[in-house]
T-cell receptor, first 115, second 110 residues
Framework: EAGVTQFPSHSVIEKGQTVTLRCDPISGHDNLYWYRRVMGKEIKFLLHFVKESKQDESGMPNNRFLAERTGGTYSTLKVQPAELEDSGVYFC?????????????FGPGTRLTVT | RKEVEQDPGPFNVPEGATVAFNCTYSNSASQSFFWYRQDCRKEPKLLMSVYSSGNEDGRFTAQLNRASQYISLLIRDSKLSDSATYLCVVRGPGANNLFFGTGTRLTVIP
């Protein structure tokens, strides 16, 4: 079974540019999450989709970040315009359902560098 | 205040040693507790869930103390392959998102 995949694996952009990250969850997983780790800090939650609906977006840092999951399959996270402090590793995770018994499976992450 | 606090280490131990990691969490209403393992530049992977009664999986033992809001992981007979960062993770009340500690780096030395 294919795991969670993310694209690109690395992205280097200049401040002010736009970047779009993509996440393909495990097939059949309705729940999709975005997390971020900035250097020296812990992994932090950004938002949670259930199918195509945003269940919880309390972790989104500001309105420069836009996440979508049209059709309830893959998701994109757009940063526009990017700032230096957006640099970090963006992880996507998916789970079959909610609740502690349902493991969240993480993708390999996209390493974003804003210069 | 951080949701989850961990000693970042690093812990450098010889093969065969026993090593223990601890973490504390701030929200007493937290529902679920986990240890994840993360290899260098890889994704976090679930190592084990932590139950109130304590649980064991081979060489790994996890403990939870709700009164003290304290979680531990014990690794016995350390292997070289245990070298990784161990993340203490908590699921908050009424939420499905996870709160991560900064991780504890373990290196097992031959």
């Amino acid at each position: 079974e294919a795991g969670v995949t993310q694209f690109p694996s690395h992205s280097v952009i200049e401040k002010g540019q736009t970047v779009t990250l993509r996440c393909d969850p495990i097939s059949g997983h309705d729940n999709l999450y975005w997390y971020r780790r900035v250097m020296g800090k812990e992994i932090k939650f950004l938002l949670h989709f259930v199918k195509e609906s945003k269940q919880d977006e309390s972790g989104m840092p500001n309105n420069r970040f836009l996440a979508e999951r049209t059709g309830g399959t893959y998701s994109t996270l757009k940063v526009q315009p990017a700032e230096l402090e957006d640099s970090g590793v963006y992880f996507c995770a998916s789970s079959q359902a909610i609740g502690s018994v349902y493991e969240q499976y993480f993708g390999p992450g996209t390493r974003l560098t804003v210069t | 205040r951080k949701e989850v606090e961990q000693d970042p280490g690093p812990f450098n131990v010889p093969e065969g040693a026993t090593v223990a990691f601890n973490c504390t969490y701030s929200n007493s209403a937290s529902q679920s507790f986990f240890w994840y393992r993360q290899d260098c530049r890889k994704e976090p992977k679930l190592l084990m869930s932590v139950y109130s009664s304590g649980n064991e999986d081979g060489r790994f033992t996890a403990q939870l103390n709700r009164a003290s809001q304290y979680i531990s992981l014990l690794i016995r007979d350390s292997k070289l392959s245990d070298s990784a960062t161990y993340l203490c993770v908590v699921r908050g009340p009424g939420a499905n998102n996870l709160f991560f500690g900064t991780g504890t780096r373990l290196t097992v030395i031959p």
